[in-house]
Structures are given as C-alpha cells and as structure tokens.
C-alpha cells in the first residue's frame, strides 16, 4: 500500500510513522507541503494532522483516493474543504499500532448496510477497485466518463448518468447506442425529458431501485422517434446526492432482455453507491473551485476597470468577467444620462439559454423606474432574493427569482446601476454584495477614465480621419473606393450610426445615393431620389447644409427610405458637397451614438465634406479617362484587322489579337521585337514600316504577299501612318502604326466570280455544242450502225467499224458532261443503302480492277443510316472517283473505301483511298474546276461532276493527297438534306 504522510512542524505524526514500518508498511514522509514530483492519485492512503488540515493549501488534498486526519481532540471537526466520504477524523490512539489495525476497517470502500449484508464476498475486490477507481477523479465530466466505463464489469453493456445539481444544472450522458451521440444542448433537452416523463425522473421522485427486465415493455422507459430502439434490459439505482444539494440516478443496462438476475442487484446497488460517493466528492470541490474562482475573478474584473481606457471594450470585459465568476446569471450596465434623465443600458452578457431575451426600450429608464431606477435614487444596493413577494418588474422574466443592484456612485454623483439576475431563490450571499459593492466603486472611477479617455481620443481621432481623407485623394482614383472610404471615415469621425453620400444626377434631374456606411446601408445603396427631395435632395439642390435633431420635426425628412431600409432616423446632420463652385452632390451623417447633433459636428463635417467633393471629382474624370481607354482598346482588341504600332527604334510596341492570328505568333513573340524580325520574310512589308517612320508620310500597298514564320503565305494590303505625340507643346513623332488587311476573302470571292464566269461560258458553249456537234455525231452514228449490218465479225473492216462507234460513245458522254455541268440538276431522291451503292459500283469495275492487279478493301460497318440520295448520280461520283484510282494504278495496287455513320447530323463519310503517285500540290486547287486534268487522256469534267452532284445533295468533298502519297478523297453526306446554295 502506498501511504503519504504529510507532517508539521510539531512531529506528532513519529509514532504512527514507526508503526507503519513495525507493520511492513513503507511510509513516504513530507514535511509541510506536497512535492511537485508526488501525484495524488497514486496513492492509496494520504495521512494528515489537524493543524496541517486546516491550512487552506490543504484543499488540493482532497484529490488523494484515501484521507486520514489525526487529532488529539475529541470534538474536532474536519475543514470544510475536507469534508467528503472519502475523508476520515480520528482521535490519535494511546497505542499507535491499534490504528494501524484498523486500516483495513478504515480504507474498506463505504456502502450501505444493506448492499453490506447481501453483497457477496467475492465483489468485494471489484467494489473497492471501482471505489479506488472513481475516487481517484474529482474533475465531474472525468468521473462522470469513468462511471460510464464500469458498466461492462458489472455485466452490462451500456451506462448512463444523469445529474441535477444545485443550480438546476443538468448534466446527462449514456453509452447506449441511439443515445451515445447526445451531446451539449441536445443531451441536456433530452434529459429533461427523461425527467419528466422517463424511467430516470421515477426513479429521482421514488427513490427506489428499478429493474426492467424488457424495456420495450414498460412505459415508464422513455421512446423518441428520432432514437431508435431495440429492447433490453436496465437496473436503474437513484443516488443520494443531498450533501451537496443534488440528484441523479445511475444506470446499467443490456442489449438483452431479462439479462439481470436477482442476485446481481446487490452489487449494482454497492457500485451505484461508490458512485454516488464520487460524485458528491467532486461537486463538492467543484463548489470549493467556484467560490476560489469567484474571488480571482473579482480581482480580475477590479483589474480590467482600471487597465482598459475603451469604455465599451472595459464595460463588456467586467460584465463578461462577472457572468464567468457568478456562472449562470445576466449581469447588466446601466450608464446614467444627465441631458435625458435615464439609465440606458451600455453593456450585458448572459448564459447561453439561461434566461430569455427580454426587450427593453431603447431610451432606457427613468430615475425612479423599475429595479434599476429605484437604486439610482436611492443610491443603496437592492437585493430581492425573491422576486414572487414584489409586483412583477418588466426587466425580470418569470423565471428571475433573484435580483442584485449595486449603485455605481463616484461620491455624490451617479454614474450607473449595476444589475444581476439569477433564476435561483437567495442566490445572492453577503460575499456577493461586499464584493461587487467594493468593485463598483473601482468602477464608478474607471468609467469616468474612459468617458475623458474617449473624449480626448475623439478630438485626435476627428483630426487624423480628415488626414487620412485628405490622403485617400492621392492613394486611389477608384470612384467607388473613394466613396465608401469617405463614408465609412465620416461614420467613426461623426460617431453615427450610418452615414450616406449621394451625387447628383442632372440629366435626370435626381440624386443617387452612390455609397453609405453603418447601419442598412445596403439598403440604401442605388436609391435614387428627385432632386430636390428629402433632406439630401434639399441640401443637393440648395447648396445649404441642415441639421435636424429630430427629423419627425422637419417637413424635409422623407420617410419613406426609413421604411425600405427598415432604419429608423431620429436626427440628420447633412452638408453639400462643393467643387469649384458647384455642387455635386450631399453627404449625411444620422442618429449620434453620444448625444445630439451640434454646431461643431456641423463644422467638422464641413471640413471634411471640401476634401471628400475634390476627391470624388478627381476620381469622377479619372473614370471617364478610364472609360475612354477602356473603350479604345475594345475596338482595337476587337478589330478584324490587324494593328501594329512601331516606335522610332523600329520596335513594336503594340498590337492587337488580329495581328497575331495574321502572322501566327502569339502576342508576346511581337513585342518588343524589331520590325525586321517580326516581318521576317517579307521584305516589302518591312520597307513600308521604315519609310514612313523616315520620311514620316502614311503609306498604302493595296496588295503584298505576308510570308509567315510556318511557311504560309497571306494575301495582305497595308496601311502604315506616323504618330504624332505632343511634347512641350510641339508635335513630334512618336512612331507609326500599320493596319494590315487580310485579302484571303476577297481572293476567295474573285475566284469563285472567276469560276462562276466559266460556268457561265461553258453553258453557252454547251448551247453550241448540242446544236453543232451533236447532231452531226448523231448521223455519224447512224451510218456507222448502217455499216455495221453488212460488216461481220470476220470481216476485216469489223474492227474499224467497232472502234468508230466507241469513240462515237465517247464523244457522246463528254457532250453529256458538259450539258451536265451548264444545265441546273434535278435529283431523284429515295431512301437508299450507299454501301449497297458502293459495292454495285464496285461490282461493275470488277473486271478492269482484277485485270490490272488492283486489291479492293471495302469493309462498311454495320448500322450505317440510309441516306435520301439520287441513285443513279451516286453511282456516277462513286463511278468517276473509282475510275480515277484505277487510271492513276496501272500497275496494280490497292483501293480502300472506308465509310463511317455521323451521329451529328445522322450522315455519313464516305473516304476513298488509292496508291497511286497522288496529286501535285500545284494541282490540288484545280482539281475540281472543269477541263482541268493532270492527264494526257481525259476531259477533266469527271471531279467537277462529282464536285456538283454531292453538292447538291448538301454535302461536301475534299481532297487530301501528299506526294508519292496516293489521293484521298472525302465525301461527306448528312442525314437531312441541305440543298446547295
């Protein structure tokens, strides 16, 4: 066993010391004092002297699992902060060796004589460890969590506690699952209800041990619908808390129903009990701690009243300092006004949900009025420990049964009431009222610091916030920034409750409240008003300033922006602001913190409105520069042209998105970079830019070729002129500025007309053709057809013949391309498979492929979308474009034809790929254009043809071909139609 013995200086304690050892215990002795080193809650028995009892250090003491207090007396007592079930007084034995006997009887964990005569012998050894256990904590929330932690050695699988103190403080925790995560707010409701309708608040009323062997059978076990609930069984044991003023109950429980037999009552009865014991122990210190701290936190209030200047910051400190020291009270402020005549309240704080909030006017009350105004007349502290046997006092809530008002007086002058409420009966002791009495006069002196504190900060304050407008003009011209600067300094000089500034609008013949600062300033922010209305509209349009102590009083005041704002206006100071001779605008301060309005208020905004109206002038034209530039750049970030400025150095010192697009460089390969690098490959481009910027005279090319840095070329025309930058009065130059003009779309368009004037040439020559040339080809035929039947096979003119009358054909499908190309098309439209048209013209050039060595790759994907197309003319472009590859294959190779469905628009590409030597990049941009061909034999109508038919059927075709490379050819055809422009 581990002992302590603490002695002083008169070694009474020797004897039982050498006794312990003649036992075989091995006492530690100290002198005096606990050393640091030495932990309470490690040891079993800590053994004192009544005089070393009585020292208040000796409070700590009670921390010790086992107290022993030795005296010679017999009608000593045991101080009060020793007095718990876990302390014991005896008399110092004639033998000391018969004390050191009776330890086992003196350290046995205590329990009721019932619990003693039917707990079991075996428990025994668990009831002291627990007793051991929980008397090792007087912190409650620690011991509350440690009676919680026995519950499995008492064979349960949950606990609960719930607790009731002296202040009406409820404190509630359970390990059950459902309840386990109550905690704060929602644990203390939650235990309210268990008080009043649940097994718990029984068991407190009856005083009787309860054992429910099925919960979901009982009524008096409480259910909520938000816990869910699955039965069990629970032994609930109500703690006798009177010592300390309190009640609580203790409860095991299981998941099982009918878990606890008869025979386990008794020990959890015993383990209740040494809970019970642990909890009175540690409210007990809990109390002894809060009167301690009472009196620390008394000093420290005293100490906050006399360290801090700010009057609001040192009246909340003491008020907050109060509420903590006496917890669960409203202590409140009460600061006399002489010009009014009332108390109006400065400062509050309040528990959290304690009482509820009661309105109180805003004037405050009169001398004479109420609790507070009784003890300003009287000048003498009130107490009303019962607030039942006084007529009911507005200030007191129901709930109120105790009052303290102390005057705060500097000799015979009133300076306040301070007040405290408590929802307890003769809550308020004789300490209470000797301390706060001693505070208040500590604080009667402190106020009237900070009132001239204050007064002399407010002087500087007036002083330093007119400088740091003045500065504001020179730190931002931010037109709205230099507003809510203005307001919101104007709000701290004048001390007002809100403060607005409107500008005057004269093209619409109103004002604008532009900015506002304080209280629903929000509101008011936008509001626009005729000029002339409400007091700011009169001071806007009369250039006069007003000042209305009470705006109810004023025809001016328009109430109406109260009533948007939800603001209530009681007085307004408001002064024009002048610039230069005119006014621009208003600005108002409304409703003073301290007092009314004066004369000098009124100066002093003046003051500061002169330097306000400069300021917002001055950011006024800087946003029309602003706006302005803003503008201009726009335009030039916008333009399709591209814009290049060069300085004299022959460096570019701007340009705008288009040019970048123009010669392909991002912007920041321009910059900052010399014309002839940025122009790199083209000369005559750098040309221009340079002599203009010599001979200083504007410059157009209508037409130049922009080589760019990939390799491409722009058709451009170029505009270069000098830039004139004034200087000292003079005109200089300042540089020159190009604007390039990208031709692509005019090219585009000239060769389209081009191509359309072919078109139309070639419908007049059709015209030509049909009349000359095909009627003759007609009689050719029909003579030769003649021949043909008197010619035979094995004749020898049969050949020549046969070879006449295929060039006849021919002849005959160039005429009918070329009607094909002049005559407009007409489409014979039905729902058809293209693969199926594909492999029919695949079909048809079987032979001619398999002849020439030419491997076909045509693979099409199921599900491809039937398209609305021309059959026949289909069959034509695939024909052509089939024909083409073959011609360009003579020594074999391979065709591919790739098709794929196009969810966008439900169409479908078609890609026909060859082998070939592919298309001259000369050629490519020809290819399409009638009677070109890169071939000795050949029309070249066959792709123009194919070109029109898929046009017409709203698609498109392009080709894609490297050198050396094969041709590609991609045709797209979509789901709806979209007939050809």
């Not at 004192?48 to 921390?63: G, M, N």
């Not at 080589?707 to 005109?731: C, F, I, N, W, Y």
């Amino acid at each position: 066993m581990n002992i302590l013995v603490i002695e002083d200086d008169t070694r009474r304690l020797e004897p039982f010391c050498r006794a312990l050892k003649s036992a075989g215990y091995t006492p530690q002795r100290v002198a005096d004092e606990l050393p640091e080193k030495v932990a309470l809650s490690q040891i079993d028995l800590l053994v004192l002297d009544i005089e070393t009892a009585r020292r208040p250090v000796s409070s700590q003491y009670i921390r010790a699992p086992r107290i022993l207090v030795l005296t010679p007396h017999q009608h000593d007592t045991l101080p009060p902060w020793l007095r718990a079930g876990h302390a014991r007084l005896v008399r110092y034995p004639t033998r000391p060796g018969d004390l050191v006997d009776r330890l086992p009887e003196l350290l046995a964990p205590e329990t009721s004589l019932a619990a003693e005569q039917t707990v079991s012998p075996q428990h025994l050894p668990l009831l002291f460890e627990i007793a051991r256990t929980l008397g090792a904590h007087l912190d409650l929330e620690a011991l509350i969590d440690q009676a919680l932690a026995i519950a499995p050695r008492l064979g349960g699988t949950f606990a609960a506690l719930l607790l009731v103190d002296a202040d009406e403080t409820i404190y509630y925790r359970s390990t059950q699952p459902g309840r386990d995560d109550l905690q704060g707010p929602s644990a203390r409701r939650f235990a309210r209800r268990l008080l009043e309708e649940g097994l718990e608040g029984w068991v407190i009323r009856q005083r009787q041990v309860v054992s429910l062997p099925n919960t979901l059978v009982d009524s008096r076990w409480f259910r909520a619908s938000y816990i869910p609930e699955a039965g069990g069984s629970v032994v609930a044991v109500p703690l006798n808390l009177d010592r300390v003023n309190a009640r609580g109950v203790y409860l095991v429980g299981h998941t099982e129903t009918h878990h606890f037999a008869a025979d386990t009552l008794p020990l959890l009865t015993a383990a209740a009990r040494q809970v019970e014991q642990a909890v009175s122990n540690a409210l007990l210190f809990k109390s002894q701690t809060e009167r301690s701290v009472q009196l620390a936190l008394i000093n420290e209030v005293s100490q906050a009243a006399t360290s801090i200047l700010s009057l609001d910051v040192m009246l909340t400190t003491v008020v907050q300092a109060i509420r903590r020291t006496l917890a669960f009270y409203r202590v409140s402020i009460y600061l006399y006004n002489p010009s009014a005549r009332r108390l109006e309240l400065k400062a509050e704080a309040a528990a959290p949900g304690n009482l509820p909030h009661v309105p109180r006017p805003a004037s405050g009350y009169s001398l004479g009025e109420g609790d507070v105004g009784r003890t300003a007349v009287s000048r003498r502290t009130l107490l009303v420990n019962d607030t039942a046997a006084q007529p009911p006092e507005p200030d007191n809530p129901p709930n109120v049964r105790s009052v303290l008002c102390v005057p705060v007086t500097l000799g015979v002058k009133l300076v306040g009431v301070l007040k405290l409420q408590s929802a307890r009966l003769e809550a308020f002791q004789p300490y209470h009222v000797a301390a706060l009495e001693m505070m208040a006069d500590q604080l009667a002196i402190a106020i009237e610091n900070a009132r001239l504190y204050e007064e002399i900060n407010r002087r500087a304050d007036e002083l330093k916030t007119l400088n740091e407008i003045g500065q504001a003009i020179n730190s931002t011209l931010d037109l709205q920034e230099t507003l809510t600067l203005v307001t919101r300094h104007t709000t701290r000089l004048m001390d007002a409750a809100a403060a607005s500034l409107a500008l005057r609008d004269d093209e619409r013949g109103e004002i604008v409240f532009a900015a506002a600062y304080g209280e629903a300033s929000e509101a008011v922010i936008g509001l626009r008003l005729p000029l002339g209305q409400g007091i700011a509209g009169w001071v806007a349009r009369h250039g006069q300033p007003i000042l209305a102590p009470d705006v109810s009083a004023d025809p001016r005041f328009y109430a109406e922006v109260d009533r948007q704002s939800g603001f209530a206006t009681r007085a307004i100071l408001c002064v024009p602001l002048q610039s230069k001779g005119r006014t621009i605008g208003a600005i108002e301060v409304m409703n003073k913190r301290r007092g009314m309005f004066t004369p000098d208020d009124q100066a002093l905004l003046q003051a500061l409105a002169v330097s306000a109206a400069t300021a917002i002038e001055n950011a006024q034209l800087y946003r029309q520069a602003e706006n302005l530039r803003l503008f201009n750049e726009d335009i030039i970030r916008h333009m399709t042209n591209g814009l290049i400025a060069v300085n004299r150095a022959g460096m570019v010192t701007a340009c705008n998105p288009a040019a970048g697009r123009m010669l392909n460089r991002p912007q920041d390969e321009i910059l900052h970079r010399p014309i002839e690098q940025v122009f790199a490959g083209t000369p005559a481009l750098q040309q221009v830019f340079r002599q203009t910027l010599a001979e200083g005279r504007p410059a157009v090319v209508r037409e130049l070729t922009l080589h760019r840095g990939d390799g491409t070329s722009l058709p451009v025309s170029v505009s270069v002129a000098p830039m004139e930058a004034g200087q000292d009065g003079q005109k200089a130059s300042g540089g020159v500025v190009g604007v390039l003009e990208d031709l692509s779309d005019i090219k585009a368009l000239e060769a389209e007309r081009r191509r359309l004037d072919r078109l139309a040439a070639l419908g007049e020559m059709a015209a030509v053709v049909a009349h000359e040339i095909r009627n003759p080809v007609a009689a050719i035929g029909a003579g030769v057809e003649y021949l043909t039947r008197s010619v035979g096979p094995g004749s020898p003119e049969y050949e020549g013949v046969q070879m006449v009358k295929n060039e006849i054909k021919r002849v005959n499908r160039i005429i009918e391309d070329i009607l094909f190309m002049a005559r407009p098309l007409s489409l014979n439209l039905s729902r058809e498979d293209l693969a199926a048209i594909i492999a029919g013209v695949l079909q048809r050039f079987r032979p001619v492929l398999d002849s020439q060595g030419i491997a076909v790759q045509f693979d099409p994907p199921p599900g491809l979308p039937p398209l609305k197309v021309d059959r026949q003319r289909m069959e034509q472009v695939f024909g052509n474009l089939v024909a083409n590859a073959i011609q360009a294959m003579p020594d074999g190779g391979r065709l591919t034809i790739q098709t794929e469905p196009v969810p966008a628009d439900q169409g479908v590409t078609v890609t026909i790929l060859d082998t070939g030597p592919g298309i001259p990049p000369e050629a490519r941009p020809r290819i399409f254009e009638p009677f070109f061909t890169t071939r000795t034999k050949g029309t070249g109508l066959g792709l123009p043809v194919a070109r029109r038919i898929v046009e017409e059927h709203g698609g498109t075709i392009r080709v894609e071909s490297g050198t050396n490379q094969g041709a590609r050819f991609v045709i797209h055809l979509p789901g709806e139609r979209k007939p050809a422009e």
